[in-house]
């Protein structure tokens, strides 16, 4: 494949945001081109006289790249899936917690009340737990449609939210919440002696980041 | 003044259905029969080509797929529809009709 060429398409493309449409289009285009230039060098024609015969025929593209940009709709409906996903995932992963801490937390009982064993009442909750979270998590990922999966606008946002000012921000303030866990877990952890417990505070504190990630992206979304 | 390519744009999406109802095939290919029919005089430009294929595929006349060619890029496929043919089979007949009334239009004596 001619370098060239490939700049050349590169270039039409750089100002186009990456989405499935653009891809195809930006291969489509490739190989057609590709294709025309090794005829014409098939012929006879230098690499240059080539190139620009290549370029030449490709005519005005605006409208067919006007085509390819994800419109405002595209990035609401983008939008909505994103959010909602990160949602369903941050239920679905706080509700496996959640049930093992039942496990833990009924187990705890029977020993401390002697009499009956809650044990098995624990594994039932967390099954219970488990089933509902894993059939959201199915639910979630099935019902997006794919073309919303492969658009990255998420990337771009992303590079933004941890770049920028608001990254900083962003940054500090999860070094403080972190220093703030550590401080509850080494407290509750001395005070009550449940060492065997306590750590089920490093799990809470993953999900408690997740959630508080997702807020703050959402809050800063419209900027 | 007559530009001869202007007419022929206007039919670009019946040019390329009448392609396609031939069999399969891809952009470039499409251009070069075209180009092989009318002896090199007309020529689609590929922005105009794709623009079409965009339309078409949005009104359901044509799919595509991805060939899996063995060396360089891969190529775009288009394949045209029932509903296609069926576009293409009224478009053959709204033109043989326009072309002999122009025809006449333009030959024929007043009465």
Not at chain 1, 73 to 87: G, S, W
Not at chain 2, 87 to 105: G, H, P, Q, S
């Amino acid at each position: 494949m001619n370098s060239k060429i490939k700049n050349y398409v590169d270039v039409l493309f750089s100002d186009i945001p990456k989405g499935k449409k653009a891809n195809e289009l930006k291969e489509e285009l490739l190989s057609n081109m590709s294709e025309r230039y090794n005829d014409y060098i098939d012929e006879g024609k230098t690499e240059n006289q080539a190139y620009s015969l290549v370029i030449s025929n490709l005519g005005n593209v605006d409208e067919l790249l006007a085509d390819v940009i994800p419109d405002a709709e595209f990035k609401q409906e983008a939008r909505f899936y994103r959010v909602r996903n990160a949602r369903n995932t941050a239920i679905s992963v706080a509700m496996y917690i959640i049930g093992t801490v039942f496990v833990i937390g009924l187990g705890g009982l029977s020993e401390s009340f002697g009499g009956r064993d809650y044990s098995v009442l624990g594994v039932i909750i967390l099954l219970i737990f488990v089933a509902i979270a894993t059939g959201l998590l199915i639910y979630t990922n099935l019902s997006t449609p794919p073309e919303y999966k492969d658009y990255d606008e998420k990337k771009e946002r992303e590079c933004r939210l941890y770049t920028g000012k608001q990254g900083r921000v962003l940054k500090s303030l999860l070094s403080v919440y972190w220093t703030f866990i550590t401080l509850v877990y080494l407290a509750v952890s001395f005070f009550t002696m449940q060492w065997h417990v306590t750590w089920m505070i490093w799990l809470l504190a993953v999900v408690f980041q997740g959630i508080i990630k997702t807020i703050y992206e959402m809050r800063h979304d419209d900027e | 003044m007559l530009v001869i390519s202007d007419v022929i744009r206007g039919f670009t999406d019946s040019i390329i259905l009448a392609q396609l109802s031939k069999g399969d095939s891809y952009g470039y290919e499409i251009n070069k029969t075209i180009q092989a029919i009318t002896d090199g005089e007309f020529e689609l430009k590929e922005a105009t080509l794709y623009t079409a294929f965009r339309r078409l595929e949005a009104d359901g006349c044509i799919i595509s797929y991805w060939g899996n060619e063995n060396t360089g890029a891969r190529r775009r496929y288009y394949t045209i529809t029932e509903e296609g043919r069926a576009v293409f089979k009224e478009n053959l007949t709204d033109w043989n009709r326009a072309k002999e009334m122009i025809n006449d239009l333009l030959n024929k004596e007043g009465l």
